[in-house]
């Protein structure tokens, strides 16, 4: 006898044998109980999953000598020739060789006379989303409105291109991917009625490379069974999926996350000396840094399809280099796969988006710059050895115009080291300095653009439940800060915070004894200007809006 593949052999004979697709068989054995048969049914849905088996048992359901059944006999002659195709009133048609109108035509003509014997005459079109546009219209009629004996089965891989004229005639049911836990139990069952050893470790890698396909993932565990004689190692089974192995992706990630951009150089050569498709490794690491993150995020070893001793290896990485750093290594790989993937030269593109990856721990990250320019960190955690340069003084704007516009100024150095930065010295010592800083440490921690302003003006003092903000004669840059309501309310906020309610402040320029500034907001224009969107506006163009104007004027505010 000739041998049958795996694939073949345990095709599902009956619903209670489809994998993973639990809510389409219950609707459909539900409406084979009940006898709600519907005159037309899609099935939707990735290669593998099931659509063609389920659609040749609901055939058998149909027309079996005990039904309409929920799941039929397997045993009488109609259920028998269905199984072998040889049942005359079922027909299964590829539409790749029927995509002509004139082909259609002929084949709705015999469908409108009675089945030969069955029940139902049962018409499966296979991949229907091949159908030509003209096609699809000389089967409308059919399907709307068909004989009381037919009944049509439409499969297709891309639901996204059968016209919407089909689609409302049609029962629709997508069929999902496996699981890969699933489908490892299923290997699993397999495995042991055809007397296969296989690990359950390599049972995940299978399942894992068959992408939720159920026939792609059979199909594998024949090919490794065919090529360990009934016996499949872990090792056979990362070598005949194509992959590089756990250790390769354990050196390159490693590499990554510590900035060694010459060990990654050196693993792209590996890859390349070995042979190995690039493109295809590169896909493994993808999902093997996405197991990194998982791990990082709190799931045990035990979860991720890899052998223990990796998996165990791959969680005390995934701990040192943390889940923020592997989150944006995926998302900067991610960005890169389809250039890799379309690229003609493979190798050289993965190199590229590897070396660009391994730069990430040299960067700084924008949450410490925003929260006040901590220096550059590794994966681990390491500072650099070199310290920040101090920061440069930002000049002052020139005089503020008449219109309402953005100066156009220096850009401020973000210093390297969080805090409040000393403030400038003073011809005169402050009596309550130590108050003075805990309020400018108070403002930094609200917010740093304000502490900063506060931090370069000329001198600070307090005197009398009184703070003098001293500023060089025409210098606006800190009395347009002041000017928006949000800086103004953190400000007082956080004297109220160091010296207690009712604190008082004033702006001054240096030699000026004037009165202090008026805190209240203006009752016109301020109510405008304190807007979010305005704020977040200036804040971002580091500009200033001193008119409101009207729609008419048409000019911009």
Not at 59 to 65: M, P, Q, R, Y
Not at 95 to 115: D, F, H, I, W
Not at 255 to 262: F, M, N, Y
Not at 353 to 375: C, D, S, Y
Request: overall charge negative; some cysteine.
């Amino acid at each position: 006898m000739t041998y049958q593949v795996l694939a073949r052999k345990w095709r599902p004979q009956d619903f209670s044998s489809v994998v993973g697709q639990e809510s389409t068989v219950t609707a459909l054995r539900n409406a084979l109980q009940e006898g709600r048969i519907a005159q037309a049914y899609l099935f939707s849905g990735i290669r593998g999953v099931g659509k063609t088996s389920v659609a040749r048992v609901l055939a058998k359901s149909l027309n079996c000598e005990n039904g309409p059944a929920a799941d039929p006999c397997n045993n009488c002659p109609t259920c028998t020739e269905i199984t072998s195709g040889a049942d005359l009133d079922v027909l299964e048609v590829d539409a790749a060789t029927y995509s002509k109108v004139e082909q259609v035509r002929e084949l709705t003509e015999s469908l409108k006379y009675g089945p030969a014997r069955d029940r139902y005459k049962v018409v499966v079109i296979d991949e229907i989303h091949r159908l030509s546009r003209q096609a699809f219209d000389a089967l409308l009629k059919i399907v709307e409105e068909p004989p009381p004996h037919l009944v049509f089965i439409f499969a297709t891989t891309e639901v996204d291109t059968v016209p919407a004229t089909v689609l409302s005639r049609c029962q629709e049911f997508h069929f999902r991917r496996v699981r890969p836990a699933l489908l490892a139990a299923h290997l699993r069952m397999l495995a042991e009625k055809e007397e296969i050893e296989a690990s359950d470790t390599a049972l995940r890698l299978i399942s894992r490379a068959g992408e939720g396909s159920v026939r792609d993932s059979v199909a594998l565990l024949d090919q490794l069974a065919t090529f360990g004689s009934g016996k499949i190692a872990d090792e056979d089974a990362a070598k005949i999926l194509g992959g590089v192995g756990a250790t390769v992706h354990f050196r390159l990630l490693s590499s990554i996350v510590e900035g060694l951009s010459q060990e990654v150089a050196a693993v792209v050569d590996e890859i390349e000396q070995e042979g190995w498709d690039p493109r295809h490794v590169f896909g493994e690491f993808l999902s093997y840094c996405r197991d990194a993150l998982h791990l990082a995020l709190g799931a045990e070893p035990a979860d991720i399809e890899l052998p223990e001793e990796d998996a165990t290896q791959l969680a005390g990485l995934a701990k040192e280099a943390g889940y923020e750093n592997l989150l944006r290594l995926l998302h900067q790989l991610l960005g890169s796969e389809s250039s890799v993937r379309r690229s003609e030269a493979g190798t050289l593109a993965v190199e590229i988006a590897w070396l660009r990856a391994a730069e990430l721990p040299k960067l700084t990250r924008i949450e410490e710059v925003l929260a006040g320019g901590t220096p550059p960190r590794g994966a681990a955690g390491r500072p650099p050895e070199k310290s920040p340069e101090p920061p440069r003084r930002k000049p002052s704007p020139p005089p503020l115009k008449s219109a309402v516009e953005p100066i156009e100024q220096e850009a401020p150095v973000v210093e390297a080291e969080p805090g409040p930065v000393v403030t400038a010295p003073s011809d005169s010592a402050d009596p309550d300095d130590s108050r003075i800083q805990e309020f400018l440490v108070e403002v930094s921690r609200r917010r740093q653009p304000l502490a900063a302003h506060l931090q370069e003006s000329l001198r600070l003092t307090f005197e009398d439940g009184l703070l003098s903000i001293y500023t060089a004669p025409k210098d606006q840059w800190l009395a347009t800060a002041l000017a928006r309501g949000n800086n103004r309310k953190i400000l007082e906020e956080s004297l109220a915070t160091i010296w207690g309610e009712g604190t008082k402040w004033r702006l001054q320029e240096r030699g000026d004894l004037g009165p202090p500034v008026d805190t209240d907001p203006a009752p016109d224009d301020d109510e405008i200007l304190e807007h979010p969107f305005v704020q977040t506006a200036l804040d971002i163009f580091g500009g200033t809006a001193r008119a409101i104007k009207s729609d008419d004027s048409k000019e911009m505010p």
